[in-house]
Structure formats: structure tokens, C-alpha cells
């Protein structure tokens, strides 16, 4: 009951009707400052890489240390 | 002299004749695999590895894969102090022998398994390198 009164309260506010993939949240508190905030779904998938992208980023956080090794085991890294 | 105490004095000598042989032998693996690296014969690989680019003996053979079954004990220990897994250790490592340790006339291999000789530009490096 509470939350159809909030979403009256924000329809009339902001003048626009609750309806298809808009998602509109009226929270209490939110209610209380006088604003409402939308928030959407993007539109597109979100691709990532990560077999590729995880990998770099842990070659280069290591690069120092894995230096540090090959000059700390010259033994295993004949030239 | 007692014969017990003979004994033992060839015991020792034994002990200390096997293990020089054994040093010998160890050196001259090391020296024939520094001399196959230097020939472009074997080199470093982008996964952190040693690889055989061109046909070798079975002493250089050998060399390889002992110091690779070595290189793998270390890399295990660095992986887990790091958090990370073994193969990104290795591929770390990797990315640093291909940056500064192979030398001009050396051989190298990429992620595309085609071996190349390093010649006096720095190598391309995997995109992962950074």
C-alpha cells in the first residue's frame, strides 16, 4: 500500500507515466529529499575478454618481480 | 691400519669419485646447452620455458628438460607466493627473457609456435607482455 502511494507521489513529480522497461525506484529516504532517482538496463551485452585481459594485467603487476627472479636465479636462465 | 678402517677409506674415496664424476658430467650438459643457446639451437619461449628450435644431441635434450623440470619447481613456488597460477608465473617470466635476456643470433619462440633468431631490434612482444 505504502509503495503505491510513493509511486504516485514520484509519477507526479516528474510527470512521467510508470510503464515498459524504464525502471523507475522511489525509495523512502529518497522520497523524504525530494528526489527520484531512474535507472536503466544498458541496452547491449557487456563483452569482455577476460581470458586475455585478467592475464595482462597479471604479467604486468609481476613483471617487477618476476625481473627480480631471473636476476636472483641466473642458474636457471643460461645465456 | 685396522681392515675396518680401509674399508671406510675406500668407501670415501668411491663417494668422492662418483660425485665428481657426477659434477663433471653436470657441467658439460651446461656447457653444450650454453653453446646450443648461443648457436640459435635451443631458446627461450614466450610461456617461460626453454625450447628446442633446431635439431640437437641427446645431451642438449637432456640439458632442456632437466633445467625446465628445475625452472618449473621455482616458477611453482613464485606462482603461489604471488597468487596466481603456475602458467602465469612462467608467461611473466617469459615476457621477461624475450624482453632482455635473448640475445642477437638467438632463437625465441612466440605464441604463434614460429621460432625466430632475435636480431638487433627488440623482439615484438606478445600483446599480454604489456
Redesign the interface.
Known amino acids: 500500500m505504502s509503495f503505491v502511494i510513493e509511486a504516485d507521489d514520484c509519477e507526479r513529480k516528474t510527470g512521467l507515466p510508470m510503464r515498459g522497461m524504464r525502471l523507475i525506484f522511489c525509495g523512502g529516504a529518497v522520497l523524504l529529499a525530494g528526489g527520484c532517482i531512474q535507472v536503466k538496463a544498458p541496452e547491449k551485452p557487456i563483452e569482455i575478454n577476460l581470458n586475455?585481459n585478467v592475464?595482462?594485467e597479471?604479467?604486468?603487476r609481476?613483471?617487477k618481480?618476476?625481473?627480480e627472479?631471473?636476476t636472483e636465479?641466473p642458474e636457471?636462465?643460461?645465456? | 691400519m685396522t681392515r675396518k678402517t680401509k674399508l671406510s677409506f675406500i668407501a670415501m674415496a668411491a663417494a668422492a669419485a662418483l660425485g665428481m664424476a657426477g659434477y663433471a658430467w653436470a657441467q658439460a650438459g651446461?656447457a653444450a646447452?650454453?653453446a646450443a643457446?648461443a648457436a640459435g639451437q635451443v631458446g627461450e619461449q614466450s610461456d617461460g620455458y626453454l625450447g628446442v628450435a633446431k635439431p640437437v644431441g641427446a645431451d642438449v635434450r637432456a640439458a632442456v628438460e632437466s633445467?625446465n623440470i628445475?625452472?618449473r619447481a621455482?616458477y611453482t613456488d613464485?606462482a603461489a607466493k604471488?597468487g596466481?597460477a603456475l602458467r602465469?608465473?612462467a608467461?611473466?617470466?617469459g615476457?621477461?627473457?624475450l624482453r632482455?635476456?635473448v640475445?642477437p643470433g638467438q632463437a625465441y619462440l612466440l605464441p604463434d609456435g614460429v621460432w625466430r633468431v632475435k636480431d638487433s631490434s627488440p623482439i615484438a612482444l606478445p600483446?599480454?607482455?604489456?
Open positions: 586475455v592475464k595482462q597479471v604479467v604486468v609481476l613483471q618481480d618476476a625481473q627472479f631471473i636465479n636457471l636462465f643460461p645465456q | 651446461d646447452l650454453t643457446i633445467l628445475k625452472r621455482a613464485q604471488h596466481v602465469e608465473w608467461a611473466t617470466v615476457c621477461q627473457t632482455g635476456r640475445k600483446a599480454n607482455c604489456g
